[in-house]
């Protein structure tokens, strides 16, 4: 299994400086997302091409692989200028990835829960634009279920992942989302194994531990903490991973510590290769 880890905790450092610090918190590959003038949220703006001339040359000289891109966009929007706005965003993606010579784009099936069979229905309009062009250009998307889009569960995610039956797109099992997916971890991995590419890596705790006021506001309710911090059961997610003989990409994905953003990085580097093995 390759490991990768979102920089989103180095934001305020340049590029040169981000990749360094990848480097030196011990990962070989990392997970783009998005930050000032590079796949800004709802922008369809081109990044600058100075940075990514700055973002190829600071890989090639750390030798920290550009393994995938994170980029959210609403394409399953029931509004149809939000969604044609997404889809120039995501193809504007596409062209990004394939300029850093980057195989991979992360990101969600967006939409509400309240509206579960029209944000299908745009879901998949936004689809038939936007994975041929993908194809094309040898870029592949993989997706993740998030907490409150029209897909919140592990297998209503795979069941439409399959029924799209498109080589370029596969499936995210996002770990600190895992009280909200269903009941099972190991089940719930196994049953995506066919279709699964990507994992995201990030502690949480079970949602019952919060108290909100009012109650049942409709929260989804989930944290990105270190490896340790939290309930998530690592021997299952690791377990599983292993009996499945997933070895394709995780990204290390923990928003919580900016204020300490390499120790944070260090230790999850530590404690996923421990689990690992390796």
């Known amino acids: 299994m390759k490991l990768a880890v979102d920089p989103c905790l180095l934001k305020d450092l340049n590029v040169p400086e981000m990749f360094a610090s990848v480097a030196q918190a011990g990962y070989g590959a990392v997970e783009l997302?998005?930050?000032?003038?590079?796949?800004?949220?709802?922008?369809?703006?081109?990044?600058?091409?100075?940075?990514?001339?700055?973002?190829?040359?600071?890989?090639?000289?750390?030798?920290?692989?550009?393994?995938?891109?994170?980029?959210?966009q609403p394409w399953a929007s029931t509004d149809t200028d939000e969604r044609q706005a997404a889809v120039r965003a995501m193809k504007v993606a596409i062209d990004t990835a394939e300029e850093l010579g980057c195989p991979r784009i992360n990101t969600e099936f967006t939409g509400v829960p309240e509206r579960p069979a029209e944000c299908r229905e745009?879901?998949?309009?936004?689809?038939?634009?936007?994975?041929?062009?993908?194809?094309?250009?040898?870029?592949?998307?993989?997706?993740?279920?998030?907490?409150?889009?029209?897909?919140?569960?592990?297998?209503?995610?795979?069941?439409?992942?399959?029924?799209?039956?498109?080589?370029?797109?596969?499936?995210?099992?996002?770990?600190?989302?895992?009280?909200?997916?269903?009941?099972?971890?190991?089940?719930?991995?196994?049953?995506?194994?066919?279709?699964?590419?990507?994992?995201h890596l990030a502690d949480t705790y079970h949602p019952s531990r919060v108290i909100l006021n009012p109650p049942d506001p409709r929260a989804r309710i989930h944290q990105h903490m270190d490896i340790g911090q939290g309930e998530v059961d690592w021997a299952a997610v690791f377990g599983a991973l292993a009996h499945a003989g997933f070895t394709d990409l995780a990204t290390v994905a923990v928003f919580a510590w900016p204020d300490r953003a390499m120790a944070s990085m260090e230790h999850n580097c530590t404690a996923a290769r421990q689990y690992l093995g390796s």
Do not use: W
Request: hydrophobic share 40%.
């Open 33 to 72: 997302s998005p930050r000032d003038g590079f796949l800004e949220h709802r922008g369809d703006d081109r990044p600058r091409p100075g940075v990514l001339q700055s973002m190829k040359q600071a890989s090639g000289q750390t030798g920290v692989e550009i393994a995938s891109l994170f980029i959210v």
């Open 122 to 199: 745009a879901f998949l309009r936004s689809l038939d634009e936007v994975l041929p062009a993908a194809e094309r250009q040898g870029v592949e998307f993989t997706i993740e279920p998030h907490p409150y889009d029209f897909v919140e569960s592990n297998e209503e995610a795979v069941v439409l992942v399959r029924q799209v039956g498109a080589a370029s797109l596969r499936y995210l099992f996002c770990v600190p989302h895992v009280f909200h997916l269903g009941s099972d971890v190991a089940q719930m991995i196994e049953y995506a194994t066919p279709v699964l590419a990507h994992v």
